[in-house]
């Protein structure tokens, strides 16, 4: 076992230095604040971070990779602290008093860990040696329900991109990370130039709004609310074997006057959009609510499906209230129906959205709508970065800066007349 002490200008600087020149085995004891001289006739001091640790020697020359991700200097758990400590009280017994000092400063490293309560399944939780800021914004992160990886990799980047000095601007930190929240989030464009009939249609697990959803947006395309002019609109609905699904999506087309028609099978869904391919602007297509564990049945659905035609664009209907582990499983079942957006709907049942904002950047999904109530056809809104931001628990969004950072397309919006 080999001691090290390295110095450099920040925290995250430091620790780049010690895995560079000892690999990802070396285990930091101490960290400190040191005053260093520099700038002419060294009247100009600052403070540098010193670290103190220990690596095997056999690892000195290491095999270290970028993509290795680096143990954090407290990660030492209290077994492989006593075993250090052991070999440390060996070491003391030559009374070398650099090894007496390490030996007082590590006993107190132990009291700070042991004094540090460790929940269970919350993931990563700050180290106590690290600084209060990044506490503070990875607490802030966890409360939102943002899944440990995106947090980590948030953390990280304020690691690399702020030093010890810097991070003392909690603002200008937390300013950041909401806009590293924001460019995170990727908003769908529709394209302006499709040919027409344009064919929409929604897929997703059972319950999640797809019906109620394909009612908002027949109601917005027709009364033009979207878009630039009033759209014919057509319904289709292939749930036509549960009880009361067809009469579900024909009343709101009874209500709105707007024609729904049913279809069976491949052949049916296929002669149906053939009719209406004339003289409609947009097919809007509700499915059959699938359990994304039933992988037959989505085949089967995808199958009939094909009927659309390789133009017709699939979105991908998914609640804010879905967790984390399940969110990640449905945009991978639904994979192979190759969807363009995620509508998130009810986003009305949630004030945390760090579950979903996580789980699309994990996939680099994009979300097209939100939905946000049970009001058809009202409760409907085109997805924008700040819907998100502002949504954020505890972070202090600056809207002005925000509004400017990632505008959303005014024209784009649905404002109902009233
Ligand atoms: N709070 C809230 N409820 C919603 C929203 N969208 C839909 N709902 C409600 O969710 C329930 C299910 O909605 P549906 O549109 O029938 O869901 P579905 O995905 O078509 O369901 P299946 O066809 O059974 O798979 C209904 O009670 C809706 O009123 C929303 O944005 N917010
Ligand atoms: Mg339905």
Known sequence: ???????????????????????????????????????????????????TGIVSSSQAKYNF????????????????LDEEKKKLIAAAGKSDPTLQMLLSEMRTIKEKIDSVSVSAGSGPVPSSQDHPTLTRIENLLNQNDFT???????????????????????????????????????????????????????????????????????????????????????????????????????????????????????RELKEVIAFNSENVDLILIDTIGKSPRSSVELAEMKELLDACGSRAEFHLALPATTKSSDLTEILKQYEP????????????????????????????????YITEGQQVPKDIQKAEVMRFLVNLEGFTVDRMKFESVFPGDESELIRWRQ
Do not use: H
């Open 65 to 80: 990779t970028a993509q290795t991700a680096p143990r954090k200097p407290m990660d030492l758990n209290s077994a492989e």
């Open 148 to 266: 440990p990886r995106y947090r980590a990799g948030i953390m990280d980047r304020v690691r690399r991109e702020f030093s010890l000095e810097a991070l003392e601007d909690f603002k200008a930190v937390e300013e950041k990370a909401v806009e590293w929240i924001g460019e995170s989030i990727l908003i769908y464009k529709e394209d302006q130039y499709q040919a027409r009939p344009r064919i929409v249609v929604l897929v997703g697990p059972t319950g999640v709004g797809k019906t109620t959803t394909i009612a908002k947006l027949a109601a917005a395309y027709m009364l033009g609310e979207i878009g630039k002019r009033p759209l014919s609109v057509r319904m289709i609905t292939i749930d036509n074997f549960r009880i009361g699904a067809e009469q579900q999506i024909e009343r709101y087309g009874q209500i709105m006057g707007i024609p729904v028609e049913s279809a069976e099978n491949y």
């Open 337 to 368: 129906f190759g969807y363009r957006s995620v509508i998130i709907t009810k986003m009305d049942e949630t004030i945390r959205l760090g579950n979903v904002i996580s789980a699309l950047s994990d996939k680099g999904k994009c979300v097209s």
């Open 1 to 51: 076992m080999d001691y090290f002490t390295e110095q450099a200008p920040s925290y995250a600087q430091c620790l780049e230095k010690i895995r560079s020149k000892y690999g990802d085995s070396a285990k930091v004891m101490i960290k400190k604040t040191v005053p260093v001289k520099g700038g002419f006739l060294n009247l100009f001091s600052r403070e540098w971070v010193e670290m």
